[in-house]
């Protein structure tokens, strides 16, 4: 590596700033085609600092949007092809119910999805449900609909797979590097803490810290970061709400009138815990995540413990443990992710903002799969191709600097290959 200050030798096709699971993803994908590529990251790996860590991610079909849906058949595919790579295993399938009110639109529309594309799935009413799961007591009138296909991404042991991958197929990793200027030009020169790199073009997919990035640049994106509670829930009987007891992920629309969707994985990581979570967070510097909001307010755990004990009540009323992450959102999001319209500004003519769900886990390895490639196009995809259709409100790109942000789906782990948690 060259000294701090001097300019590394090699021109690289692509250097990514950032290296979680969107980051490492977009990084793999490059260096399977070939491309020399850099990949940077901030803080020593592993850590928890951001969006990609942790143990567990739910991995879907059951969207209500549309283009997350289509891009699903071919993210399982990626994700069985990076199981066969790295030799272990990075996804358990569980199913995952969506439970709503029968009328709701989001509802409707998981069940329009899954049924477009064929993905197996069962409609249960409250009596029903109650017959399959007896740890659920749902609310009166509320029914489910199971996506069969549905489980759970092993997130640690994901982003291992990606970054080790990426390695394997000549990409350089360099961890422990925080970006401290980028110089835009027909070759991108960036500097780091360790040292200064040159390539065509550069990627940042940086999450919570993507305007302190792109700032010097006179680039500020509509982003707002949230400190998300991630909660575990003591089973009272261990093991009746777990994988081996064949208990699926819940995503919970409306429940109890919340804003925000709640969801939950069966207990695995921690013996006896269930994951619990509410699909939102309060507004936080990712520097600071996790000072506690002012009067220690949080409104999000005492949803939690409303919808726990009337909805799981083999579970415990209060978290056993609370961890922490942060999610990188659209201002104004409402919970839902999804792709800007194609008319969305674009500053400097760059892409416009998008949320990369899945990946964050679940589609991240298919959104990857489908970016790499538009970085060397400089355009996108023709609306009506495969698997680029996925990609269409992407704007076609005239200055080689692509900003990324992650969805709040790895996810929702949810992949730039898919991780919701």
């Excluded at 071919?74 to 969506?98: D, I, P």
């Excluded at 489910?144 to 640690?156: E, I, N, Q, R």
Aim: hydrophobic share 35%; glycine share 10%; with cysteine.
């Amino acid at each position: 590596m060259a000294a701090a200050g001097e300019p590394h030798g090699s021109l690289y096709d692509t250097i990514i700033v950032g290296a979680g699971i969107q980051g490492s993803f977009t990084a793999y994908h490059l260096a399977k085609r070939g491309k020399e590529t850099l990949l940077l990251e901030q803080f020593p790996l592993p850590h928890s600092r951001g969006s990609s860590h942790g143990q567990s991610r739910i991995i879907r079909s059951a969207y209500p949007q549309e283009h997350y849906a289509r891009m699903m058949a071919e993210s399982y595919r990626l994700w069985e092809r990076l199981e066969a790579e790295a030799g272990t295993q990075l996804y358990r399938q569980t199913g995952l119910l969506v439970l709503g009110p029968s009328a709701d639109p989001e509802f409707q529309s998981c069940c329009r999805t899954l049924a477009q594309h064929r993905v197996p799935g069962q409609l249960f009413t409250s009596e029903s449900l109650c017959r399959c799961f007896p740890g659920i007591r749902p609310y009166c009138g509320e029914v489910a609909v199971l996506d069969h296909t549905a489980g759970v991404l092993y997130a640690d042991r994901a982003l291992r797979a990606v970054q080790d991958g990426f390695r394997r197929c000549g990409g350089a990793l360099r961890d422990g590097e925080k970006v401290t200027g980028i110089t835009p030009g027909v070759v991108v020169t960036v500097t780091t803490s360790g040292g200064v790199y040159r390539a065509k073009t550069l990627v940042i997919t940086a999450g919570p810290w993507a305007n302190k990035l792109l700032a010097p640049l006179g680039l500020q994106l509509p982003l707002q970061t949230l400190r998300i509670n991630v909660c575990y829930w003591q089973e009272k009987v261990p093991g009746a709400y777990g994988v081996s007891a064949h208990f699926p992920c819940l995503l919970a629309i409306r429940a109890n009138q919340a804003s925000h969707h709640i969801y939950g994985l069966p207990s695995n990581e921690y013996p006896g815990l269930v994951k619990i979570c509410y699909h939102s967070g309060s507004p936080a510097d990712p520097e600071e995540r996790d000072r506690l909001p002012e009067a220690s307010a949080l409104p999000d755990i005492q949803i939690l413990c409303d919808f726990v004990s009337k909805y799981l009540p083999g579970l415990g009323p209060q978290p056993a443990l609370v961890e922490h992450c942060m999610y990188t959102v659209r201002s104004g999001w409402a919970g839902a992710p999804e792709f800007p319209s194609p008319g969305w500004p674009t500053p400097m003519g760059t892409p416009g903002p998008h949320c990369l769900a899945g990946a964050k886990t679940r589609t991240q390895s298919a959104l990857s799969h489908q970016l790499a490639p538009i970085l060397f196009l400089g355009h996108s995809e023709p609306r009506n191709s495969h698997p680029g259709q996925a990609m269409s409100p992407w704007c076609p790109l005239t200055l080689p600097v692509l900003a990324l942000y992650p969805s709040p789906t790895w996810g929702y782990f949810q992949t730039c290959g898919a991780l919701s948690s």
